[in-house]
């Protein structure tokens, strides 16, 4: 007796019981003839019984993963968020809010609105993808809405990278590693969907010590790393390794400037400054 060699541990068992049918479970191990699974879904019974109809669905290659791909344009409140302590990055949300019901990534998820207008034309909206337990790809589905829809939408971590075909960036300045020796920063109110732009001194400006008054009215600056000093070591990625005092606190809006001297050689260029 037994079950034919076709048949194995995770294949798909369905009861097709007149009275009971409809339950589909997974087969979690063989014995001889005997075999269990875990419970049934969709029907009348939710484990295997004797004298029941069952189908066993056998040859097919089982889901390790199923990812989900969400390629959507959306305007939404923008926060500043300092990663591992060391890298700003960006969070983008829309339906987050307080308690007071102010806009904030960090708060409650709640309904809201997302129109048509946020997704990319003829773009999926979302693409279903499953994968085996190589993490190769065996299935794939979209779904490009027909109608708007409400729910909340979260992006974070979100950092600058800096690429080569970019006309923006000269290709030399990243072949050369000069990306690795420079830190812009902007206000938060000139970031994308920030909501107050730095328009006055103080507020969501940036503020430089050192480069005279008012020292709170920077909308957006450029630090550039001098020479490695004594304590610094270049093979690290940490940030005090290329910028000194308060260059190096990526949890704030302040920056330095001053004299070359042998514990600080950092050089600042001010972008844009607030009227």
Same mark, same amino acid.
């Given at each position: 007796?037994?079950?034919?060699?076709?048949?194995?541990?995770?294949d798909?068992?369905?009861?097709?019981?007149?009275?009971?049918?409809?339950?589909?479970?997974?087969?979690?191990?063989?014995?001889?003839?005997?075999?269990?699974?875990?419970?049934?879904?969709?029907?009348?019974?939710?484990?295997?019984r004797?004298?029941?109809?069952?189908?066993?669905?056998?040859?097919?290659?089982i889901?390790?993963?199923?990812?989900?791909?969400?390629?959507?344009?959306?305007?939404?409140?923008?926060?500043?968020?300092?990663?591992?302590?060391?890298?700003?990055?960006?969070?983008?949300?829309?339906?987050?809010?307080?308690?007071?019901?102010?806009?904030?990534?960090?708060?409650?998820?709640?309904?809201?609105?997302?129109?048509?207008?946020?997704?990319?034309?003829?773009?999926?909206?979302?693409?279903?993808?499953?994968?085996?337990?190589?993490?190769v790809?065996?299935?794939?589905?979209?779904?490009?809405?027909?109608?708007?829809?409400?729910?909340?939408?979260?992006?974070?971590?979100?950092?600058?990278?800096?690429?080569?075909?970019?006309?923006?960036?000269?290709? /030399?300045?990243?072949?050369?590693n /000069?990306?690795?020796?420079?830190?812009?920063?902007?206000s938060?109110?000139?970031?994308?969907?920030?909501?107050?732009?730095?328009?006055?001194?103080?507020?969501?400006?940036?503020?430089?010590?050192?480069?005279?008054?008012?020292?709170?009215?920077?909308?957006?600056?450029?630090?550039?790393?001098?020479?490695?000093?004594?304590?610094?070591?270049?093979?690290?990625?940490?940030?005090?390794?290329?910028?000194?005092?308060?260059?190096?606190?990526?949890?704030?809006?302040?920056?330095?400037?001053?004299?070359?001297?042998?514990?600080?050689?950092?050089?600042?260029?001010?972008?844009?400054?607030?009227?």
């Amino acid at each position: 007796g037994g079950f034919p060699a076709s048949v194995v541990v995770g294949d798909v068992i369905e009861n097709i019981d007149a009275s009971n049918g409809g339950g589909v479970g997974r087969i979690t191990n063989i014995t001889g003839n005997v075999i269990t699974a875990t419970k049934l879904k969709g029907g009348g019974q939710d484990e295997v019984r004797t004298g029941q109809n069952y189908n066993i669905h056998s040859g097919h290659t089982i889901i390790d993963e199923r990812k989900y791909t969400y390629r959507l344009r959306f305007s939404g409140f923008s926060e500043a968020k300092t990663s591992g302590g060391e890298i700003r990055t960006r969070v983008v949300c829309k339906g987050y809010t307080d308690v007071s019901a102010i806009e904030d990534c960090d708060g409650s998820a709640g309904d809201t609105d997302l129109g048509l207008n946020y997704v990319v034309p003829g773009v999926s909206w979302v693409t279903m993808t499953d994968v085996d337990s190589s993490d190769v790809q065996i299935g794939e589905a979209t779904l490009v809405p027909i109608a708007g829809a409400d729910g909340f939408i979260k992006v974070a971590d979100m950092d600058y990278y800096l690429r080569e075909d970019d006309d923006e960036i000269p290709a /030399w300045f990243i072949a050369n590693n /000069w990306h690795q020796l420079t830190y812009v920063a902007y206000s938060a109110g000139d970031s994308p969907g920030g909501g107050v732009d730095c328009t006055v001194a103080g507020g969501t400006c940036l503020t430089l010590t050192g480069g005279g008054a008012p020292a709170n009215n920077k909308r957006a600056l450029v630090v550039s790393a001098g020479s490695p000093l004594a304590a610094q070591d270049r093979s690290s990625s940490l940030i005090a390794d290329y910028f000194e005092n308060e260059n190096n606190d990526a949890n704030d809006d302040n920056a330095e400037t001053g004299g070359i001297i042998s514990t600080f050689n950092d050089q600042i260029r001010i972008i844009d400054t607030s009227p």
